[in-house]
């Protein structure tokens, strides 16, 4: 037998114990462990999408009006869409004349992107922008905020001067003067777009936006809403050199 000074005190077997708990964990530990983790990513997950969240206590009561009625609109609008896809759904499957519902849907598919990549005229409601001003205060930067804040706006279609249809692929530089797509512009810069007319507005006149921006630069920005904006310019698509169908 051991002599009883050779056995180690229980102190001493608790702390043999503790040890090998950590070199080697047992399965409830490892499950404990991984749920810490989680916890801890979703943590600092969430406490990263609000410190990228936009702050909104410094706008004026007017402009978180505005936000919420041009939230409700874009919402409304997708309720819409959705609705209006699910009636073209189930005339699809359960219709009589199912060929004729596809043969209308396509047309109409085909209508709208035609109108999306600026192939067609088109018309509608919407608002006139003219843009005013000295060289400093009507630049080409000027021309692309504008641009943005229309379509973040929900412009369906932009036309510029009553010569450039805006497309996905319009481009503006400031080489030679304004230049859209390749054609110089002239002051003052008039941009007719089609949308709903009271959020394309406050898109605009939207504290630090475009009108607050020329003005300060010394220009001017005119606004004009109306129910019949005609664009009658349109894009000629180039031929793709590298991209063929996937």
Same mark, same amino acid.
């Given at each position: 037998?051991?002599?009883?000074a050779d056995?180690?005190?229980?102190?001493? &077997?608790?702390?043999?114990?503790?040890a090998?708990?950590?070199?080697r964990?047992?399965?409830?530990?490892?499950?404990v462990a991984? #749920? $810490?983790?989680?916890?801890?990513l979703?943590?600092?997950?969430?406490i990263?999408?609000?410190?990228q969240q936009q702050d909104?206590?410094?706008?004026?009561?007017? =402009?978180?009006?505005?936000?919420?009625?041009?939230?409700?609109? /874009?919402? &409304?609008?997708l309720?819409?869409?959705?609705? =209006?896809?699910? &009636?073209?759904?189930?005339?699809?499957?359960?219709?009589?004349?199912?060929?004729?519902v596809a043969?209308?849907?396509? =047309?109409?598919?085909?209508s709208?992107?035609?109108i999306? +990549?600026?192939?067609?005229?088109?018309?509608? =409601?919407?608002?006139?922008?003219?843009?005013?001003?000295p060289?400093?205060?009507?630049r080409?930067?000027?021309?692309?905020?504008?641009?943005? /804040?229309?379509?973040?706006a929900?412009?369906?279609?932009?036309?510029?001067n009553?010569?450039?249809r805006?497309? +996905?692929?319009?481009?503006?530089t400031?080489?030679?003067?304004i230049?859209l797509?390749g054609?110089?512009?002239?002051?003052? #810069?008039?941009?007719?777009?089609i949308?709903d007319?009271h959020a394309?507005? /406050?898109a605009l006149?939207?504290?630090?936006? $475009?009108?607050?921006?020329v003005?300060?630069?010394g220009?001017?920005?005119?606004i004009?809403?109306?129910? +019949?904006?005609? #664009?009658? +310019?349109?894009?000629?698509?180039?031929?793709?050199?590298?991209a063929?169908?996937?």
């Amino acid at each position: 037998m051991p002599d009883q000074a050779d056995l180690p005190k229980p102190e001493q &077997r608790g702390l043999r114990q503790l040890a090998r708990r950590f070199i080697r964990p047992t399965g409830g530990q490892l499950l404990v462990a991984g #749920i $810490l983790l989680l916890c801890g990513l979703a943590v600092t997950l969430q406490i990263r999408t609000l410190g990228q969240q936009q702050d909104y206590s410094s706008l004026r009561r007017t =402009e978180l009006i505005s936000i919420l009625d041009d939230l409700t609109a /874009e919402s &409304r609008r997708l309720e819409a869409q959705v609705a =209006e896809l699910e &009636r073209t759904q189930s005339e699809l499957r359960t219709g009589v004349d199912r060929q004729r519902v596809a043969r209308d849907e396509v =047309e109409r598919r085909s209508s709208e992107l035609a109108i999306l +990549a600026g192939t067609v005229p088109a018309r509608g =409601e919407g608002i006139r922008v003219v843009i005013s001003g000295p060289a400093e205060a009507v630049r080409d930067s000027t021309l692309l905020d504008a641009l943005e /804040e229309l379509r973040d706006a929900g412009a369906e279609v932009i036309e510029v001067n009553d010569q450039v249809r805006v497309v +996905a692929s319009s481009w503006v530089t400031s080489a030679g003067g304004i230049t859209l797509d390749g054609v110089r512009l002239q002051r003052p #810069i008039v941009l007719d777009a089609i949308g709903d007319p009271h959020a394309l507005s /406050e898109a605009l006149n939207f504290r630090g936006g $475009l009108v607050s921006q020329v003005g300060d630069a010394g220009g001017s920005v005119d606004i004009t809403q109306s129910e +019949a904006v005609e #664009i009658a +310019a349109v894009h000629t698509p180039a031929t793709p050199r590298y991209a063929v169908p996937g």
